[in-house]
Structure formats: C-alpha cells, structure tokens
C-alpha cells in the first residue's frame, strides 16, 4: 500500500504563532484529505485536496501532486487548533484510504 | 441525520463475547468505510462497501471481524470471540460516491475496551 508520512512528529506552538505541517505520499492518488483529531476525538474533515491549493479561514492546503507532498498552514494559532492532524490518501488502483501517522499539536496561551 | 452516526459510542466487554458495532451513514451516501484506530496511531482501513455490496475487506486482520449493510444504509461491524488486542477506536465513514476519490466524512467512533 502506499506510505503515507507526516511530519513533525510534534508541535508545540504559542497561541498566534503560525505553522506548516508536511505530508509525503509514495504514489500517485486519487484522494488526499486533511483531518483534524479534537481533544475529544472526533475526526473532523479540514480539505478534500487531491491538488492545488485552498483556504478555509486561517487553515489553508497546498498538494502538489507530481512531487507526492501537501502542506497545511495554520495562521493566527489558537488553543482550540491543538489536536492531532492526519493526512489520509487514497490510491489510484483501490480504494483504501491510508492514514499518516499526524502531527500532534499543542497551542499553549 | 446530518452527519454520520455511530452506537455505541463506549462499549466494555469481557474476553470471548462477541460485540456487534453499528453505523449509520450520511442519508444518501453510497459508500461506507470502517477503520479501527488504535492509541496513538492513524485510522487503519478495514473494509468497504458501495451500496449493499463490500467491496473490499482486505483489512479485516482474521475470521473473527465480518461487516455487512444488507439495505445498502446501516452497517454492522461485529466481532467474534474478542481478545484484549480488539481493543481500539473503531469508526465508519461515508463518502457521496462509489469510490475514494470522494470526500469521506468520520462518524465519533466505537470506543472497544475488552477486558
């Protein structure tokens, strides 16, 4: 299957510093999503960003798809952004979806 | 619903019994994912259906795990004969389409402790 790698491991923020969160994939794909684990582990859907770039609010995703890398950047960090955010892709020859294993976050006041 | 639902929410049960965990998708969606996470790791894929029909249960990890949709909504995960190591998150997904290249949307989960 395809290895889905994430980094860094772990963040530790103050509140209003920005970041960028990395994601490498192994092969082409069809699907690439960002999630958001909340403290009460609810997995929430940030973008469904297979390529290109988009913008949600101080969160934005880049995928740059002929080179296997996407990149989220949250701006203006707040306590309420720690969690763990996950990279997820599919494949173009099934229909699995891989997980990363996240970037854990923690924005302290 | 508005959002993809999962019962129960916690669940606890003692080695050997068998546990049955259900999903209810976004009304409409045809495709229905399972995944069991475990402490600390990323989701793992367990099987998929399109309708009523599983198109992949390559994840299922032995003969214990089963799932089926039979009226192409609802899904039931179920466990046989639990062991310690089946313990772990457990959540579905749903997704507009029929393939992975739709958005999936994550129900809260099955917390599984077996004891």
Redesign the interface.
């Known amino acids: 299957g395809i290895q ?1 790698e994430q980094s860094p491991p772990d963040l530790i923020l103050q509140e209003g510093a920005n970041s960028t969160l990395r994601c490498n994939f192994s092969d082409s794909v ?2 690439l ?1 960002w ?1 958001h684990q909340n403290p009460w ?5 940030l973008f ?1 960003i ?1 390529s290109g770039t988009k913008q949600n609010g101080r969160l934005s995703a880049t995928t740059v798809a002929t080179e296997r890398y996407s990149l989220l950047y949250i701006s203006s960090s707040q306590t309420t952004d720690s969690g763990v955010y ?1 990279c ?1 892709v ?1 494949s173009n020859t ?9 970037t854990s976050l923690t924005v302290i006041p | 619903g508005a959002g993809v639902s999962q019962s129960p929410r916690y669940k606890v049960t003692k080695r050997g019994q068998d546990v049955a965990l259900r999903c209810d998708p976004i009304s409409g969606h045809v495709s229905l994912y399972w995944y069991r996470q475990a402490l600390g790791q990323g989701p793992e894929f367990l099987t998929y259906f399109n309708y009523e029909a599983q198109q992949d249960k390559s994840g299922l990890p032995n003969d214990r795990f089963s799932a089926e949709r039979p009226e192409g909504s609802i899904s039931t995960l179920t466990i046989q004969r639990t062991e310690q190591r089946d313990s772990a998150m457990y959540r579905c997904a749903s997704s507009l389409g029929a393939t992975s290249s739709d958005t999936q949307y994550f129900g809260p989960g099955t917390r599984l402790t077996v004891l």
């Open positions: 889905v069809n699907n999503q999630f582990g609810q997995l929430i859907n469904y297979p996950f997820a599919d099934g229909n699995q979806f891989y997980f990363g294993t996240g």
